[in-house]
């Protein structure tokens, strides 16, 4: 029998996830690397920025700087110029160079794929950490004590709204550890292009589509069901029209 909307989420979890794999069948990373070094690049520069705007960008840089040296040995300026429209392009370009620097002095050049290590990449904070081990080292994300779930805009917010944690939408870090505790491991990485896909077509933050919604009667704070929008209760925000 399927839980309803105010069963616990350990209930829900799963219904949740069956639900969303069927709307998305494809739902994966919308960023385009085809090496581990593309992706934490893809990645650093998708802060702040959208997908499609680093997919543009990176279509050139990527013919351009191949290895970690490459982005070394142009003028600090060159590669400014060349990551401009991603938005923080200086900070972008201190870190491309950081954490280039980083891998050619401790880890032969080769992006590591445990969190611990990534995580010593300037710029690289624990959710591209996740990002890059979902995408690029399965195998390690298998083993790693220190393996997570990606926690960006969408995914906070979406899990606030389906009542997977108590917290507010900002506080990613306990998103992801509430997460952790209920999405099976296999689950991991999937679970964050799921809730992103419906958080970019049906669960929008202003104004959720809740009438097409495919999990609506699994969903706490369904409008169609004249329930309150956990996510704008947390974030204080007055009721949506
Ligand atoms: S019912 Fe509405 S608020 Fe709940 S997940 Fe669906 S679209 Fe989002």
Redesign the pocket.
């Known amino acids: 029998m399927t839980p309803d909307r105010n069963a616990p989420a350990k209930d829900r979890i799963g219904p949740i996830i069956k639900g969303l794999a069927k709307a998305y069948p494809d739902a994966t990373i919308a960023l385009n690397f085809t090496t581990p070094l593309e992706c934490v690049v893809a990645t650093v520069l998708s802060a702040q920025s959208t997908d499609v705007k680093v997919n543009e960008v990176t279509k050139s840089l990527f013919k351009k700087y191949r290895k970690p040296e490459d982005y070394l040995k142009v003028p600090e300026e060159e590669l400014q110029e060349d990551i401009h429209a991603t938005g923080f392009f200086r900070q972008k370009t201190r870190a491309l160079r950081g954490l280039s620097q980083k891998l050619l002095d401790h880890f032969d050049g080769e992006v590591p794929g445990t969190i611990a290590e990534l995580i010593q990449l300037p710029g690289v904070a624990r959710k591209t950490a996740n990002v890059v081990q979902s995408n690029c080292f399965p195998d390690e994300l298998a083993r790693d004590p220190d393996a997570g779930i990606v926690v960006d805009t969408h995914v906070g917010r979406?899990a606030v709204?389906?009542g997977l944690t108590e917290v507010g939408p900002k506080d990613a870090e306990k998103i992801e550890a509430d997460l952790l505790a209920l999405v099976p491991k296999k689950q991991w990485p999937r679970i964050s292009y799921l809730l992103i896909d419906?958080g970019r077509t049906?669960?929008l933050a202003k104004k959720?589509?809740?009438g097409d919604?495919p999990?609506?009667p699994l969903?706490p704070?369904?409008?169609?069901a004249g329930e309150p929008?956990l996510y704008r209760v947390a974030a204080g925000k007055p009721r949506s029209r």
Do not use: F, G, V
Request: aromatic share 0%; with cysteine.
């Open positions: 979406l709204r389906l419906h049906i669960c959720p589509l809740c919604c999990i609506e969903c704070s369904s409008q169609e929008d």
